[in-house]
Every structure is written in C-alpha cells, then in structure tokens.
T-cell receptor, first 113, second 112 residues
C-alpha cells in the first residue's frame, strides 16, 4: 500500500528566509506526486504536481519541488517566504490509474516577521 | 470557470441522525472524489465516482455512501451519525484519471 511521510509537523521560519518541507513516499509502482496548500477554513489548493518528465517541478506562488526516485522523496522548497505563505501543506501521492490520493499528515508552516 | 462548490458549508447534527452533503464539480469534470479530514486521522479517501459509477472506495463503514448524477454532481450520505464523524468533508473534481484534482471549500460537519 502507498504511504506518505511528512517529516516535520511544524516548521517556523522568518520572512524572506528559504524553506524546505520534506516528503517521502513508499510505493512499489510508478506514482504521481502532488503538493497541496490549505489556508484556515478553506479547501485544498494545488501548488504543483509531478506526473512524468523533468524531476524539477515549478508551481504557483514561487514554490518548486524535486522528485527523487532513488530516495523516494518529493521535497517542497521556496527560496524566500512571505507572511502570506503561512498555511498547512500536504504532500500526496496517487498511483497511475487511480484517483485515490493518499495524503501525508501535513506540515504547518508559520512565517514570522 | 466556477470552482468546485459544496453545500452546505456548515452543519450540526445529533448522534443517530443522517446527513446528505452535496458537491458540484467544475464544469466538464466527470470524476468526483470525497475525502474526510479530521485532526487525528488527517485526510482520508472516502470514494470516487466517474460517470455515475463508483470506481474506488476507501476503508469506511457502510454508513458512508455516495452517488453521482448524470450532470456529474455528487452527494454523499452518512447514516446513523456518530460523534467520530465530526470532520471537514472535502469534495474534489477532475477531468479523469491522471489529471489533477481540484478541491471545494468543504462541509464542516459537527455531530453532537
């Protein structure tokens, strides 16, 4: 069965600092990988996705992620964060041919002034 | 294009009652999935419908059921509500398998 591990439940950073949110997955078959963001009292918004091709994926709001098959990782990065990036971030995986998203437990990013 | 809409946004029910939640997907999307989000269990997949057929189902008891209509709108029903059913229920739509899923704002269900 697929599983997703987000290694940090909370990440505090200062504004304009870089940030990396870590995500590891386990699957024996090829997968599609996603990062979603959830602001308070809202649904999930897709930040970026990896389906195939280039392992470096760029998303919205200046975020990017790198797919590393050998390390089964899909870490999310941003070179300079803003206060408005404060939210909860979810890494998710789905096996090709299935719509079932398996989510990690989430990482709460808090950007402090 | 309008996004995924869910109604109602908030709901308070009593144990033992049943509830129906509604989801309208993005126009043209034929796949609708439902997820339950709780602080303890996180985000868990409930089921997915495509062209009125359930294609996939998560590990939830039979009290949780759903359906999809010919216009792709979907409903989920929870019967005999338990306190543990209190959660944010999220609906997501996509064109088909392999395409990204777009989420609605969710329905916050509180069971007292």
């Amino acid at each position: 069965a697929q599983s997703v591990t987000q290694l940090d439940s909370q990440v505090p950073v200062f504004e304009e600092a870089p940030v990396e949110l870590r995500c590891n997955y386990s699957s024996s078959v090829s997968v599609y990988l996603f990062w979603y963001v959830q602001y308070p009292n809202q649904g999930l918004q897709l930040l970026l996705k990896y389906l195939s091709g280039s392992t470096l994926v760029k998303g919205i709001n200046g975020f990017e992620a790198e797919f590393n098959k050998s390390q089964t990782s899909f870490h999310l990065r941003k070179p300079s964060v803003h206060i408005s990036d404060t939210a909860e971030y979810f890494c998710a995986v789905t096996q090709g041919g299935s719509e079932k998203l398996v989510f990690g437990k989430g990482t709460k990013l808090t950007v402090n002034p | 294009k309008a996004g995924v809409t869910q109604t109602p946004r908030y709901l308070i029910k009593t144990r033992g009652q049943q509830v129906t939640l509604s989801c309208s997907p993005i126009s043209g999307h034929r796949s609708v999935s439902w997820y339950q989000q709780t602080p303890g269990q996180g985000l868990q997949f409930l089921f997915e419908y495509f062209s009125e057929t359930q294609r996939n189902k998560g590990n939830f008891p039979g009290r949780f059921s759903g359906r999809q209509f010919s216009n792709s709108r979907s409903e989920m029903n929870v019967s005999t509500l338990e306190l543990g059913d209190s959660a944010l229920y999220l609906c997501a739509s996509s064109l088909d398998m392999g395409y990204e899923q777009y989420f609605g704002p969710g329905t916050r269900l509180t069971v007292t």
